[in-house]
């Protein structure tokens, strides 16, 4: 049974047994290893560049270039954000490869970070249109269309966080299916097409959607 | 013969109307197809806008996916956390 995480321990407050999920635990791990990395990273501003600061440096071009191409102006606000979330998500789909449940595969996670764009679009929108402008849009083309334009603007965030979270749990389901069939050998290939392209694949397009939803939000 | 009681029902119709649900993927497979066609065409014709070509495919095919995704959720949730076994 995968589709649940796993229930690691219960955590006491007051009278509640608070269950704390293998998502949880996981998520904090990569917390932990990207607070560590920036730590060690950021160590050396100022002085005489380090390694680890190189590899920061090269992530920041990449991310600044693509942005530039796809956000124009409105980059330089969102690059921190959004490089943050693409370094979240690479490190959490790829952590199936060290044999734990990816944070991704759960659909808390996927909606969290869905929202957070959900609410970036809106902000944007209401910064370009004003917020008169803003809520007059939900009743064009005419008032009676104001259910129908409500739920476009929530089927952003549900379809970005169902297709992460999609993807990442079916190549769970069918890494496990073929780990109880076949355990030997076979899923070493299959690992390197549902953890590592897919997983990759996933985070890049889960940071391009957020940034053409941001950029084309009006 | 034993009387079929009706969680037994109910699963077995799970498990196909799950089967089911995953024809949907046939028109995502299908339109992913063509845009991966022309979009070789695309780099065929040219080659310099390669990089351009490949994220538009990407996104759009994120998009196109939607839908093969849905189904996907409603096989997995009809076959892993059904809600109909507990309006018997």
């Known amino acids: ?218 | 013969m034993p009387a079929i009681d009706g969680k037994a029902l109910i699963l077995a119709f799970s498990a196909l109307g799950a089967g089911m649900a995953m024809i949907g993927g046939l028109g995502t497979g299908i339109g992913q197809g063509i845009a991966a066609g022309k979009a070789a065409e695309a780099v065929a014709r040219q080659p310099e806008a390669q990089g351009d070509i490949i994220r538009t495919l990407l996104l759009g095919d994120a998009v196109a996916e939607t839908s093969a995704i849905y189904c996907l959720i409603i096989a997995l949730i009809l076959i892993f956390a059904n809600p109909l076994v507990r309006l018997l």
């Open chain 1, 1 to 218: 049974m995968e589709f649940f995480p796993r229930v690691v321990f219960y955590l006491k407050f007051l009278d509640y047994k608070v269950p704390i999920t293998e998502t949880v635990v996981v998520t904090w791990c990569v917390m932990v290893i990207l607070m560590v990395f920036s730590y060690f990273a950021g160590k050396s501003v100022g002085k005489e560049e380090g390694t680890l600061q190189k590899v920061c440096a090269v992530f920041y071009e990449a991310m600044e270039e693509v942005l530039n191409e796809t956000m124009g102006e409105t980059a330089s606000t969102y690059i921190p954000y959004i490089g943050t979330l693409l370094a979240f998500l690479l490190l959490s789909n790829l952590s199936g490869l060290f044999g734990v449940r990816p944070p991704t595969a759960d659909l808390s996670t996927t909606l969290v970070l869905a929202f957070i764009t959900f609410f970036l679009i809106q902000k944007e929108s209401i910064g370009r249109k004003g917020l008169l402008g803003y809520i007059k849009s939900f009743f064009e083309p005419s008032p009676a269309l104001f259910p129908l334009n409500v739920i476009g603007s929530f089927s952003t965030p549900v379809s970005m966080a169902f297709r992460l979270f999609g993807n990442i749990l079916g190549g769970l389901i069918i890494m496990n299916l073929v780990y109880s069939a076949l355990p030997l050998f076979v899923p070493v290939p299959l690992h390197f097409y549902f953890d590592i392209f897919a997983g990759i694949l996933q985070a890049f397009i889960f940071v391009m959607l957020t940034a053409v939803f941001i950029a084309t939000a009006d």
